[in-house]
């Protein structure tokens, strides 16, 4: 049997080698928990871009507080809805789910000493 390799399978291959087998230059990032927070636990599971209103009510039961529709004068600007779950909200434009956004505030930034100014273009 033939096996045959993309030019591109050629060129991570090689790549990978050159680079010791993996990306070891590359930088991590590590977000600490933040401990003490008054924040509610975030729930693994959420809804998602696409699903519908039927699917979000049966998989996640009926929202803390349904909002009034806003928008939805003109084609280009549908009506948006919100649903209010405990510790999140689901966004549906007409009876689609667009965005889900997690309550409560952001964990504090580390290490802001070490952030260095981002390059502009005329440098």
């Known amino acids: 049997m033939r ?3 993309s030019i591109g399978t050629l ?3 090689c790549l990978t080698a050159a680079l010791g087998g993996g990306l ?6 590590a977000v600490p928990a933040v401990e003490g927070s008054a ?5 693994l599971v959420l809804p998602h871009r696409g699903q ?3 699917t979000v009510l049966r998989e996640f039961g009926e929202p803390k507080l349904r909002h009034a529709p806003a928008g ?3 084609p ?3 009506p948006i809805t919100r649903w209010d779950y405990d510790g999140y909200s689901v966004f549906f434009e007409r009876t689609t789910v667009v965005d889900v956004v997690i309550k409560g505030d952001p964990p504090p930034l580390s290490h802001v000493d070490e ?3 981002a390059r502009t273009s005329g440098e």
Do not use: M, R, V, Y
């Open 76 to 78: 280009q600007h549908p």
């Open 24 to 29: 070891a230059g590359a930088d991590e990032l």
């Open 52 to 54: 519908s209103e039927a």
């Open 11 to 13: 060129i991570a291959a």
């Open 39 to 43: 924040q509610q636990p975030k729930p």
């Open 3 to 5: 096996k045959t390799f």
């Open 115 to 117: 952030l260095k100014p």
């Open 72 to 74: 939805g004068g003109k």
